[in-house]
Nanobody, 123 residues
Framework: QVQLVESGGGLVQAGTSLRLSCAAL????????VGWFRQAPGEDRDFVAF????????YYADSVKSRFTISKDNAKNTAYLQMNSLKPDDTAVYYC????????????????WGQGTQVTVSS
């Protein structure tokens, strides 16, 4: 299994941007689809976006569509989540996850998870 390490979280004001990174260790990300999920206190872990192993296809939750962009650089073994026009409702711990080849919007389908990175958006 590939190990994942997220970075890039922080405290920002509403309307600004952040880019999260998800570095893969011990494996090649070209064989894996990557998903981003988020979890706010007291809430379930929600799907945000996924990208397929080749990077040809992406899928987004309605709540982030047109504001967030998922991408991956297989040569750098890193996936990214560019988050624009951030809102206070985007505040959560963000997790990246990996599964072989095809993406999924369901957390249960992923077998490798990072430790999470906190994103806090102030109004």
């Amino acid at each position: 299994q590939v190990q994942l390490v997220e970075s890039g979280g922080g405290l920002v004001q509403a309307g600004t941007s952040l880019r999260l990174s998800c570095a893969a260790l011990g494996g090649t990300l070209s064989r894996y689809a990557v998903g981003w999920f988020r979890q706010a206190p007291g809430e379930d872990r929600d799907f945000v976006a996924f990208i397929t192993d080749t990077g040809d296809s992406t899928y987004y939750a309605d709540s982030v569509k047109s504001r967030f962009t998922i991408s991956k650089d297989n040569a750098k073994n890193t996936a990214y989540l560019q988050m624009n026009s951030l809102k206070p409702d985007d505040t959560a711990v963000y997790y990246c996850a990996a599964r072989p080849f095809s993406g999924s919007a369901f957390a249960i389908d992923y077998h490798s998870w990072g430790q999470g990175t906190q994103v806090t958006v102030s109004s």
